[in-house]
């Protein structure tokens, strides 16, 4: 059975630019779950979904967004790319998102904004 | 701000000894879960141990949880070149997706 599958695996964009990155998630995983990874430093949540909707949002600007389709397959989106957005954007997936579950990962998306 | 800190943060051992890599919390939580990340990869999911276990064990790794101290550790036995990688706790106040990393601890295992 495939993993949880990014793309792409690496982008480079300029500032002010905006990028989409697709997640797919494990079959029959209905949580999906995006995490920033800035280089030496652990991930950080920004958004979950669940059944096509958000079920959480962490601390980042409104220039990030999400969203889940009838698939389960997600993609996140940011505008006006700065260059404190270079990281490893990092997509999870977990059956339902109910706790004690296992977060399965991809791995990645490098985004590099010069 | 990161809810869980790694100590140390860098730590380097022969093959055959073992490594103990220690995570603190601030808040209350469900679970506590240890990720392996080779490379700047995805993670890797190793083990979960929920707020009402004091121990568990998976193969070479035994995790250890102490809530009054909210605090966790890892201890890797009889390491491997393999086994060099970076290693997160995560903790899960609400659910799985949601979980709240440290920033980990670098794993050097040499031959």
């Known amino acids: 059975d495939a993993g949880v599958t990014q793309s792409p695996t690496h982008l480079i964009k300029t500032r002010g630019q905006q990028v989409t990155l697709r997640c797919s998630p494990i079959s029959g995983h209905k949580s999906v779950s995006w995490y920033q990874q800035v280089l030496g430093q652990g991930p950080q949540f920004i958004f979950q979904y669940y059944e096509k909707e958000e079920r959480g949002r962490g601390n980042f600007p409104d220039r990030f967004s999400a969203r889940q389709f009838p698939n389960y397959s997600s993609e996140l989106n940011v505008n006006a790319l700065l260059l404190g957005d270079s990281a490893l954007y990092l997509c999870a997936s977990s059956l339902r998102g109910n706790p004690n579950e296992k977060l399965f990962f991809g791995s990645g998306t490098q985004l590099s904004v010069l | 701000s990161q809810q869980g800190e790694e100590d140390p943060q860098a730590l380097s051992i022969q093959e055959g000894e073992n490594a103990t890599m220690n995570c603190s919390y601030k808040?209350?939580?469900?679970?506590l879960q240890w990720y392996r990340q080779n490379s700047g990869r995805g993670l890797v999911h190793l083990i979960l141990i929920r707020s009402n276990e004091r121990e568990k064990h998976s193969g070479r790794l035994r995790v250890t949880l102490d809530t009054s101290k909210k605090s966790s550790s890892l201890l890797i036995t009889a390491s491997r070149a393999a086994d060099t990688a970076s290693y997160f706790c995560a903790t899960d106040a609400d659910n799985a997706g949601k979980s709240t990393f440290g920033d980990g601890t670098t794993l050097t295992v040499k031959p």
């Open positions: 808040t209350s939580i469900n679970n």
